[in-house]
């Protein structure tokens, strides 16, 4: 087959590239005019050039909310990446239980994120929720349970909020590169006596690393763009102690309704979004090559 012949299955899926382009240039181009514009009201604006840029760069709010940001999404990948992999490795390999454990996981995935938030509100509240009224029965803390009341409680609800949300995304993706190792690595292993450790680590993790890469990216794209369940959880709340970067963005864009820093910082999320995937990905490529080598 020439290469012509091998080109043409792109002429399939072309209008969806179409769309989908068409569909993200529009909104990103408003964006790109309203960070450089003072903008007044309709038909009234003033071109101001990169000084919205300056403007938000220089915001202690964005720098806080910046290192929020950071340290839950550190925590999202350092907690449910393991527990992630210790799930997948514990689940059967074969029979009913394999279904099971698929249903199961994936029920938290198909909840709305916004649902999620109310969820967690009802299961965390002092009164009558199942976790907050548990734990405040066990008087083990000099101040009762309530992440409306305490930056700390709220931040150890977003955690547990999030790693129940999504962990099952990373088991299931390890789960399917385990499940995708033929069976004649583990009878290699049997006969030279590998210990369960060893089987994990020369011949388990290699063979997910894949996998790993995609799980990595996913949730720190996902976690750094986190919108929906902290903010029906908690507001930002208390103070600004779960204000994230999206939540900031909407605070300015929305509720001051400041069009100009709102779109400059919209770019900058962007951008900062795009270049740790970037770096995550590159590394985690290199840890590959590093392994096959």
Known sequence: MDKWGNNKAWFLVLPVIVIVAFSAIIPLMTVINYSVQDIWGPG?????????????????????????????????????????????????KRGWGVSACLVTLALPLLIPWNTIGTI??????????????????????????????????AWITVMLMEVWHWTPLVALLAYAGLRAIPDAYYQAAKIDGASAWSTFSYIQLPKMRGVL????????????????????????????????LSIYLVKIALLQFDLGPGGAFSLIYFVIVLFFSYIFYQALQRVGKGAKG
């Open 120 to 153: 967690w509100i009802i299961f965390t509240r002092p009164d009558i929720g199942l976790l907050g009224v548990g734990i405040n029965s066990l008087d083990l803390l000099e101040v009762p349970f309530d992440h409306t009341a305490k930056p700390l409680y």
């Open 44 to 92: 009234q604006s003033i071109f101001v050039g990169t000084e919205w840029f300056k403007e938000v760069l220089n915001s202690y709010r964005l720098h806080d909310a910046l290192w929020r940001q950071f340290l839950f999404s550190g925590l999202v990948l350092l907690i449910e990446m393991p527990l992630g992999i210790l799930i997948a490795l514990a689940m059967p």
């Open 213 to 244: 890469t995609i799980a990595v990216l996913l949730r720190f794209m996902d976690s750094f763009l986190i919108y929906a369940e902290p903010f029906v959880l908690t507001g930002g709340g208390p103070g600004n102690s779960t204000t994230f």
